[in-house]
């Protein structure tokens, strides 16, 4: 398996979120938009879920692509530990999310491979049915009110 590159975050760890000093804990090296290919829906728990999807034939952003940032670690230590502190924080233990590697596009066009926080595509229908679809796959409108 190939080696990831940071991790890419969408929700509740973003610049703005109610857990976004959970991350900065973790010392991360930098900080930079991107994207990756998916859907984005809005739970009514007050954070979002990103199930994967092929990557559009169209470059992001726009449908398909959801925003996020990609923060970079100065080595795999130190992602691997900054994992380590943020795992219990999404659930994964608990199977609320798992963590995959999926490709990113940065702003800038570059990509990288990084690790994201994920609900599979079988909890999709469920998701279609219970929670709110981000046409524009950013949750940014959603993160002042996580924090409220």
């Not at 999709?124 to 009110?145: N, S, V």
């Amino acid at each position: 398996m190939q080696a990831a590159d940071g991790l890419f975050v969408y929700g509740t760890l973003r610049e703005g979120g109610a857990h976004h000093g959970w991350l900065m804990r973790t010392q991360p090296e930098g900080v930079t938009g991107g994207w990756v290919a998916g859907r984005l829906f809005h739970l009514a728990a007050g954070y979002p879920a990103l199930v994967p999807t092929a990557e559009p034939d169209t470059p992001p952003p726009g449908q398909g692509w959801v925003r996020g940032d990609f923060v970079g670690y100065e080595d795999e230590a130190d992602l691997d530990s900054a994992l380590a502190d943020l795992d219990p924080l999404e659930g994964v233990e608990e199977g609320l999310f798992t963590r995959e590697i999926l490709p990113v596009r940065l702003e800038g066009g570059a990509s990288y491979l990084a690790w994201v926080y994920l609900f599979h595509v079988e909890r999709l229908p469920r998701l279609e049915r219970e929670a709110t679809e981000i046409a524009g796959g950013d949750w940014a409108p959603y993160l002042k009110q996580s924090i409220d």
